[in-house]
């Protein structure tokens, strides 16, 4: 007997993608669910060769749902993951909303799997923000080997994160400069087409924003709180897949070529470096790959026991949907959950 799962936000980017995935890595589900707002009742999405009509989330009983996958937004997160939980449904949320909740394991699964088990608190488990993700993929190899002290990252992260409108105004914008039209700006401060803009998420008073203030915390709660961590986040014209130039100052001697070795054999980690143009990775190569690319690795004579690298992944797949499939398939495989149907 298999499980049943339900999709939050199923209309959206993410949404979408977990559809996708669940199909494409064949998750023991005897049944998926679509589910997204009143307005997108009886819209149609695929799950495999499937077509699946959207339910309404509003009046959906979810007593005999297994998984909730939720990627529908921090104030529909906030409102409804409680209720889904109390059905006892395992909510794996893609939204900032449970993050930073001391009872709410945040997880990735090649990072920190062990954590999921801690769902029980409150039947939530939250996934991290899409930067972070594929960040701490990388990272946690290095810092089992030699101890990170200190990351200095910038991220180039595409319009995906922002959602389908901010890939609208993208390509909207786009086609208006080729056709000498006047280019609108809504979803975005400033124009994007051909543009870069340092600044996603709110400003809060330090003068970071709230997508470097995010990385910081979740690298800490998945990885080491001891880790320092500084970021500047920019958004760039690319649709899909996040770029990262990362920084890294450890505590023990660790070498490129050491690094390049334990990188590779690393779940989740994929290495593309060769000192030859093309011989890394873009996010054209990443957009629709389940990997985190790693490239450019090399020595910082600027710092003791210090490495930089590019770091490229697919941020709508590891950075949300995959991420969330993955932790569902650590629930199972770890014999955390049972279905409902064969318990009763």
Known sequence: MGYKVAVVGATGNVGREMLAILAERQFPADEVVALASRRSLGVEVSYGDRRLKCKALDNYDFSDIDICLMSAGGTVSKEWAPKIAAAGAVVIDNSSAWRYDADVPLVVPEVNADAAAGFRKKNIIANPNCSTAQLVVALKPLHDYATIKRVVVATYQSVSGA????????????KAIYSLRDIETKKFPKRIAFNLIPHIDVFMEDGFTKEEWKMVVETKKIL??????????????????????VNIEFEKPITADEAREILRKAPGCLVIDKHEPGGYVTPIEAAGEDATYISRIREDAT????LVMWVVSDNLRKGAA???????????NRKLIEAKRKAA
């Open 322 to 332: 995959l991420n969330a499939v993955q932790i569902a398939e650590v629930l199972v």
């Open 224 to 245: 080491d709180p001891k880790i320092k961590l500084v970021a500047t986040c920019v958004r760039v014209p690319v649709f899909i897949g996040h770029s990262e130039a």
């Open 163 to 174: 959602g389908k409108e901010a890939m609208d105004e993208l390509d909207r914008q786009t």
């Open 303 to 306: 710092v003791e026991n210090g």
